[in-house]
Nanobody, 122 residues
């Protein structure tokens, strides 16, 4: 019900835009979060957006470089990533939580996408 896409290989300093497409959900009633997990590390909640798109959250690690947005008419959420660093390399997941808002804790989320690989390397 959630499909993440847009990952790939990018050089340091480059940009990528991830997309998360939802189906089978009343999408405008769900908060959405982006998470990432690097090899050997715990999953990290990096950004969240409320159901209307008016409220957002960013982890310190991505603040100022990543921008989350959503288009409820298209049942989609986006993560624009700029100034990418090698430490941003991870599998990125989107997740949806019932209700207007959710925290960056994965426990708040009910639906998960399959993940998309982002590799930042020269």
């Amino acid at each position: 019900q959630l499909q993440a896409s847009g990952g790939g290989l990018v050089q340091p300093g480059g940009s990528l835009r991830l997309s998360c497409a939802a189906s089978g959900l009343s999408f405008d009633k769900f908060a959405v979060g982006w998470f990432r997990q690097a090899p050997g590390k715990e999953r990290e909640g990096i950004s969240c957006i409320n159901s209307s798109g008016q409220l957002t959250y960013y982890a310190d690690s991505v603040e100022g470089r990543f921008t989350i947005s959503r288009d409820n008419d298209k049942n989609s959420v986006y993560l624009q990533m700029t100034s990418l660093k090698p430490e941003d390399t991870a599998v990125y997941y989107c997740a949806a939580a019932r209700g207007a808002w959710a925290s960056s804790s994965g426990a708040d989320y009910h639906y998960w996408g399959q993940g998309t690989q982002v590799t930042v390397s020269s």
